[in-house]
Nanobody
Framework: QVQLVESGGGLVQAGGSLRLSCAASGSIFSIHAMGWYRQAPGKQRELVATVTNAGNTNYADSVKGRFPVSRDNAKHTVYLQMNKLKPEDTAVYYC??????????????WGPGTQVTVSS
């Protein structure tokens, strides 16, 4: 099992920046990828950005060039630097870890979420 704890959410004006952090614990050596998803009111949860152990990244089109994702493998932590924030970025942001169990199947672990609110 992998446990995740997020930090760094808050209220910011449009055009501002925030940095989210997510620290993993538990079966950390089984983690394949970590990243961020978000869910706005009345909408489905959507991918924001992910990064694999090898450093391969994947971004939603809406955040490309604004939200670089990075990972510190020594600290088992993933970061999301959110720049040029827009009101439409307002959502609960969830940290995700994709990890292997003994059956070699990938499972998902989720953090409790952190609120990001961007005012216009």
């Amino acid at each position: 099992q992998v446990q995740l704890v997020e930090s760094g959410g808050g209220l910011v004006q449009a055009g501002g920046s925030l940095r989210l952090s997510c620290a993993a614990s538990g079966s950390i050596f089984s983690i394949h990828a970590m990243g961020w998803y978000r869910q706005a009111p009345g909408k489905q949860r959507e991918l924001v950005a992910t990064v694999t152990n090898a450093g391969n990244t994947n971004y939603a089109d809406s955040v490309k060039g604004r939200f670089p994702v990075s990972r510190d493998n020594a600290k088992h932590t993933v970061y999301l630097q959110m720049n040029k924030l827009k009101p439409e970025d307002t959502a609960v942001y969830y940290c995700n870890a994709a990890y292997y169990r003994s059956d070699y199947v990938l499972y998902d672990s989720w953090g409790p979420g952190t609120q990001v609110t961007v005012s216009s």
